[in-house]
């Protein structure tokens, strides 16, 4: 019940394409869904989060999208650019903890 | 402004040995949240600590321990060294716990 599953586990995507990473959970308790980039090593650095009172947020060309009653989220990087080939991992929190729960993580290569 | 600092970067031991790790968290952040990464994997939750306080521990074998001082930096123990200890160990700090979590750039340990 503690679980983040991730998907996919690498994913390639030409320059200019979306790029899209899918997370779900089971716990209900979770209310705090960041989106973590890593470089390799790299410490992970955060990118976006959401609580589950809005089903969208958007920063730049980074959107989270949100289905509480499906138990899932998923990151969308618009216009993904080479920059962007990075580690990305999906994670969950209760209230009041700084207890994250990661995904496995998925690999992002953005060819030119 | 300075992030989250950690020492050392890198450090090689040998099986049986202890480690120390070190932890300053970002000015005015009160909370310190400590993560085990294996090569591959996503970060895993080892100790929370708030106002010098231990808020939560996940599940790691005794040999781990840790402290919070005063001045909100932390610490990170790790007794009886196995091969399977290497790992990237990250500390997080946020304002409070709850909050946005920032990671610093992690302790890679290698143990042989």
């Known amino acids: 019940q503690q679980q983040v599953k991730q998907s996919p586990q690498s994913l390639i995507v030409q320059k200019g394409g979306i790029s899209i990473i899918n997370c779900a959970y089971e716990?209900?308790?979770?209310?705090?869904f960041p989106w973590y980039q890593q470089f390799p090593g790299k410490g992970p650095a955060l990118l976006i989060a959401?609580?589950?009172?809005?089903s969208e947020k958007k920063e730049g060309r980074f959107t989270i999208s949100f289905n509480k009653s499906a138990k899932q989220f998923s990151l969308h990087i618009m216009d993904s650019q080479p920059g962007d080939s990075a580690t990305y991992f999906c994670?969950?929190?209760?209230?009041?903890?700084?207890?994250?729960?990661f995904g496995t993580g998925t690999r992002l290569q953005v060819f030119p | 402004d300075a992030g989250v600092t950690q020492s050392p970067t890198h450090l090689i031991k040998t099986r049986g040995q202890h480690v120390t790790l070190r932890c300053s968290p970002i000015?005015?952040?009160?909370?310190v949240s400590w993560y085990q990464q294996v090569l591959g994997q996503g970060p895993q939750f080892i100790f929370q600590?708030?106002?010098?306080?231990?808020?939560g521990r996940g599940n790691f074998p005794d040999r781990f321990s840790a402290r919070q001082f005063p001045n909100y930096s932390s610490e990170l123990n790790v007794n009886a060294l196995l091969l399977g200890d290497s790992a990237l160990y990250l500390c997080?700090?946020?304002?409070?716990?709850?909050?946005?979590?920032?990671f610093g750039e992690g302790s890679r340990l290698t143990v042989l």
């Open positions: 997080a700090s946020s304002p409070s716990f709850g909050e946005e979590l920032f």
């Open positions: 716990n209900t308790a979770f209310d705090y």
């Open positions: 959401i609580r589950p009172d809005v």
């Open positions: 994670a969950a929190s209760s209230r009041n903890t700084d207890k994250l729960i």
């Open positions: 000015s005015g952040h009160k909370s």
């Open positions: 600590y708030y106002e010098k306080e231990e808020r």
